[in-house]
């Protein structure tokens, strides 16, 4: 049997986000599945998934990683003009 070693908060959480996100979708029975909502974000999970089986260090090192603050600075001052 296999176990995911995290706390519920941070699973509520991460699932959320995946939700918002158009990662995963929860039924009625309140499961909760992958679902991509397009095409390409299929793609690139299917890419990360692939990414980690070759790297999986590197992948989690990724993921753990702090955000970089020159780039959250830089972030900032983007210039958000109309769409």
Not at 20 to 30: F, I, K, R, V
Request: charged share 30%; aromatic share 8%.
């Amino acid at each position: 049997m296999r176990e995911l070693r995290a706390s519920s908060n941070l699973v509520r959480d991460n699932l959320a986000r995946f939700h918002t996100s158009g990662l995963a979708m929860q039924d009625d029975d309140g499961c909760w599945r992958y679902a991509p909502a397009s095409p390409v974000l299929d793609e690139l999970a299917g890419r990360l998934e692939a990414a980690y089986r070759e790297r999986p260090v590197s992948i989690i090192n990724l993921i753990a990683a702090p955000p970089d603050p020159i780039q959250g600075l830089a972030d900032a001052f983007k210039w958000r003009g109309e769409k």
